[in-house]
């Protein structure tokens, strides 16, 4: 339990890993242990020789030999410097104020990837330049999801310019307003651009480029 939050990208290692860790997931938002509770991270279950520890961390897009890798080496490290593990909690990890909450686990792959680069601990474990290669990667598909433009953004990105343009935006309320309305100097302002865009084409890409030249030509074909 001690180096979850250090390997954590081994356990979540995409952007999209992180949308499970939400409360009634049934994924743990709480580095927590209880017993036959599925709130908690570490779940004791079972009796006799069915009595095992299930962690609930590791999701279905995680690689099993890095997940492996990562819990066996931090299960040892518990046993060999006898760690103990927190207070049992006792209720529902969702709930906070409880008394036994646990640390919460990263928010997002940017957050984990970060932990991950600075934890000595993964750095005995892998090597120096294992846990570099990783860091890498973790890094790199962390600031790929920040720099991209969702489809689901691109319809917002044109209602936005849409009524900006209606009022007044930055080329001002006068200029915008006989724009939008066909007037002025004969150039046809954002809203009228924008009406004539089928965003839908859009939707499927991740690239705002493709959009703003389209606009930036009709605007050169309207002078």
């Not at 410097?81 to 928010?107: F, L």
């Not at 970060?114 to 474990?125: E, G, I, L, T």
């Amino acid at each position: 339990m001690k180096w979850v939050p250090d390997f954590f990208p081994f356990y979540a290692p995409t952007v999209n890993s992180y949308k499970r860790f939400v409360s009634g997931s049934w994924a743990p938002t709480r580095l927590t242990w209880s017993i036959d509770n599925r709130t908690a991270s570490f779940r004791v279950v079972g009796h006799g020789s069915s009595l095992r520890i299930e962690f609930r961390v590791p999701g279905a897009d995680a690689n099993p030999y890095l997940a492996f890798a990562a819990a066996l080496a931090s299960g040892l490290d518990g046993i060999q410097n006898k760690i103990e593990p927190p207070p049992m909690a006792t209720g529902n990890s969702y709930d906070t104020g409880a008394g036994d909450d646990g640390p919460t686990v990263p928010r997002d792959l940017a957050e984990a990837a970060a932990r991950f680069k600075a934890s000595d601990f993964v750095a005995a474990a892998l090597g120096k330049d294992v846990q570099a290669h990783y860091v890498r990667f973790f890094e790199n598909e962390a600031q790929a999801y920040a720099a991209a433009v969702t489809a689901d953004l691109m319809p917002r990105v044109a209602a936005f310019n849409t009524e900006n343009a209606a009022d007044g935006g930055a080329g001002g309320a006068s200029s915008s307003a006989a724009d939008a309305s066909g007037g002025g100097s004969g150039k046809r302002g954002r809203k009228g651009i924008l009406s004539k865009v089928d965003v839908s084409r859009f939707q499927s890409s991740t690239k705002i480029e493709a959009l703003m030249e389209e606009l930036h030509n009709m605007r050169e074909n309207d002078a």
